[in-house]
């Protein structure tokens, strides 16, 4: 199994940008996807989770309106597109996969994990 990020960089406040997370190893469409971020020295923190067929999303308060996440069952990707970004958005962002048709809004119930993309935000 393997999830690999890409896309995070360096942005002004009020840019945009869109993760994206190849998955490979496993039934990328029966498994539900989410997307977390940790700042140094904070906890993991979720962020967007989307089901198999990706008609259920959910978001984090502080992203409501501002992210959005997709998923292409084809490409075997999922993205998470940025809008409006601020300075407190700045953390490294991690997906992560979970052996369910569920998304789920818990760190604990997600099964596999990729290394990370660094988001900062900054002028």
């Known amino acids: 199994v393997q999830l690999v990020e890409s896309g995070g960089g360096l942005v002004q406040p009020g840019g945009s940008l869109r993760l994206s997370c190849a998955a490979s190893?496993?039934?990328?469409?029966?498994?539900?996807m989410g997307w977390f971020r940790q700042a140094p020295g904070k906890e993991r923190e979720f962020v967007s989770s989307?089901?198999?067929?990706?008609?259920?999303?959910y978001y984090a308060d502080s992203v409501k309106g501002r992210f959005t996440i997709s998923r292409d069952n084809v490409k075997n990707t999922v993205y998470l597109q940025m809008n409006s970004l601020k300075p407190e958005d700045t953390s490294n962002y991690f997906c992560?996969?979970?052996?369910?048709?569920?998304?789920?809004?818990?760190?604990?119930?997600?099964?596999?994990w990729g290394q990370g993309t660094q988001v900062t935000v900054s002028s």
């Open positions: 992560a996969a979970r052996g369910s048709l569920s998304p789920s809004t818990r760190i604990h119930d997600y099964d596999y």
């Open positions: 190893g496993f039934t990328f469409s029966n498994v539900a």
């Open positions: 989307i089901n198999t067929g990706g008609v259920y999303r």
